[in-house]
């Protein structure tokens, strides 16, 4: 199992990124897929998922108005689009996937982790 992502850099106050995780190895349409991110000096915190079992995605409350997760099965790909976004959303962004039907915000939920990206947000 191996991903690239790619999308992120530097991005200015109330702008938007589109974050893509291109995994191989594996087919994407037998997982549940996450993205968590970590800010400098803080834990790694769930962003969004989306359920293998009715494709139902869940959000942390804080990011849900700002962020969307989505897949591409056929292209074994996993987006994360964020916009308004402000600097306390830089930091490293990590997608992931998970054998589960369900999903979870709790990274000991998760299977496999891309190498992470970073995002920052400055002027």
């Known amino acids: 199992v191996q991903f690239v992502e790619s999308g992120g850099g530097l991005v200015q106050p109330g702008g938007t990124v589109r974050l893509s995780c291109a995994g191989s190895?594996?087919?994407?349409?037998?997982?549940?897929i996450a993205w968590f991110r970590r800010a400098p000096g803080k834990e790694r915190e769930g962003i969004s998922c989306i359920s293998n079992s009715d494709g139902s995605s869940y959000y942390a409350d804080s990011l849900r108005s700002r962020f969307t997760i989505s897949r591409d099965n056929a292209k074994n790909t996993i987006y994360l689009q964020m916009s308004s976004l402000k600097p306390e959303d830089t930091g490293t962004y990590y997608c992931a996937i998970g054998s589960g039907y369900m999903c979870s915000l709790q990274s000991s939920w998760w299977d496999y982790w891309g190498q992470g990206i970073q995002v920052t947000v400055s002027s």
């Open positions: 190895g594996f087919d994407l349409d037998s997982y549940s």
